[in-house]
């Protein structure tokens, strides 16, 4: 799986110029870890000692609190990166990373990233970016599902999966089961249900699939848009 491993990891935005015998010399000695539904990856206060990159299946990170409910911070798909937190030496995960859909993991020691950072500004810079772009992201994500109703939340989700699409009438395909939808967008899984029925006075229908059809995606872009002026001019 080491093959595997190194190849999942050249396509990373931030390996993809370290070259081979390097990233062989970075992953741990399992270097590919297969995990199931429901398996921890770690535990939030767990040491952090090792950099995961899906392979594939999904992964949820989540933060618990005394006397709340979990709160879902992401879920994360092949390709994205989780654990950074190994990157300081010492420090211990500030969440709890958790295998919703099986699959495999490239693992990477953290003290030997650590240590090639150390000898490659370049590939450093390339970290610190992608690591502050992922936190722009999800505290933008964050802050709308606090403002916005749970509608507008799936309405604007919706429209984020169908980024790219061209024409009016558009099908997506929900990356995951409606249960952790409702999860990443902050809602009971009857809550959404009753959003994708407000929605499909605007033309959204939702089968018992994961797909989805728009009938008009540049309604609905406009239904959004049109909300995020909203927000945007509130002064409160």
Sequence with gaps: MRTEAIATLRRHPVFATVPEADLAGLLDAQPGRTIEAGQVLFDQGDDATHLYVLMDGQVELAMNRPGCLPEVLAHLSAGMAVGADSLIPGSRHAATAQCVQSGRVAAIRGDALTAYLDDHFDLM??????????????????????LQSTTERLASYLCGLAAGHQGRAVEVKLPFEKRLLAERLGMEPATLSRSFAKLREIGVESGRGDRVLIADLENLRAVVEALDMQWEGDPS
């Design 125 to 146: 810079l390339a970290m610190i970016a992608e690591m502050a772009g992922s936190l722009h992201g999800l505290v933008k994500e964050i802050t709308e599902l606090k």
